[in-house]
């Protein structure tokens, strides 16, 4: 069955950096579009990124564009967010997410706490 791990999530102060994998299984990897979503407190999910599955073309939210990037490693099955100039609102729990056969699945997320 399809399995989605986030991890990397923490405490960072406000400009600091962190990178979130998730590791994926139960799947062909490589043949997937894979994406992070965030959730903040009383918010919506929101996308935030997302990569083809050969890593060939990217595409993120305008509030995270130039700051976050998205990467994958198809060897691993891995999918990566890395985020540099963190903001207080980048404050969340981050899901990646992938689509097969019409359905999507969702990691548990990984909490991301951007604090001065």
């Known amino acids: 069955q399809v399995q989605l791990v986030e991890s990397g999530g923490g405490l960072v102060q406000p400009g600091g950096s962190l990178r979130l994998s998730c590791a994926a299984s139960g799947f062909t990897f490589s043949t997937y579009t894979m994406s992070w979503y965030r959730q903040a407190p009383g918010k919506e999910r929101e996308w935030v990124a997302a990569?083809?599955?050969?890593?060939?073309?990217?595409n993120y939210a305008d509030s995270v564009k130039g700051r976050f990037t998205i990467s994958r490693d198809n060897a691993k099955n891995t999918v990566y967010l890395q985020m540099n100039s963190l903001k207080p609102e980048d404050t969340a729990v981050y899901y990646c997410?992938?689509?097969?056969?019409?359905?999507?699945?969702w990691g548990q997320g990984t909490q991301v706490t951007v604090f001065s």
């Open positions: 990569i083809t599955g050969a890593g060939g073309t990217t």
């Open positions: 997410k992938v689509i097969r056969q019409g359905l999507p699945y």
